[in-house]
């Protein structure tokens, strides 16, 4: 019933930015609390931001400043932009409830940043 669709993953430079979109039916983002997910490989599912039925916003530390979570509730759209990106941050990205994460998931979107 959950449906997830990650896009606007891809390769760029340190220093550049990508816009990553979320597209999400059978929950509302408005009403939910929504989190952005990435995976490196050899590493564990890490939090990057959530954010609040209110707008609430948080971030992991190493992405403070440079990352910006946000929603359009008009098309029930998940977005993080990704500014001044640096290799550590190449991972798969994910999106979801931040308390569905035992269900469904969507396929995720590729981020690779090179020196």
């Known amino acids: 019933q959950v449906q997830l669709a990650e896009s606007g993953g891809g390769s760029v430079q340190a220093g550049g930015s990508l816009r990553l979109s979320c597209a999400v039916s059978g929950i509302i983002v408005s009403r939910n609390w929504m989190c952005w997910y990435r995976e490196a490989p050899g590493k564990r599912r890490e939090l990057v931001s959530s954010?609040?039925?209110?707008?609430?916003?948080s971030y992991a530390a190493s992405v403070k400043g440079r990352f910006t979570i946000s929603r359009d509730n008009v098309t029930n759209t998940l977005y993080l932009q990704m500014n001044n990106l640096k290799p550590e941050d190449t991972a798969v990205y994910h999106c979801n409830g931040c308390t569905l994460v035992r269900g469904t998931w969507g396929p995720g979107t590729q981020v690779t940043v090179s020196s």
């Open positions: 954010i609040l039925g209110d707008g609430s916003e």
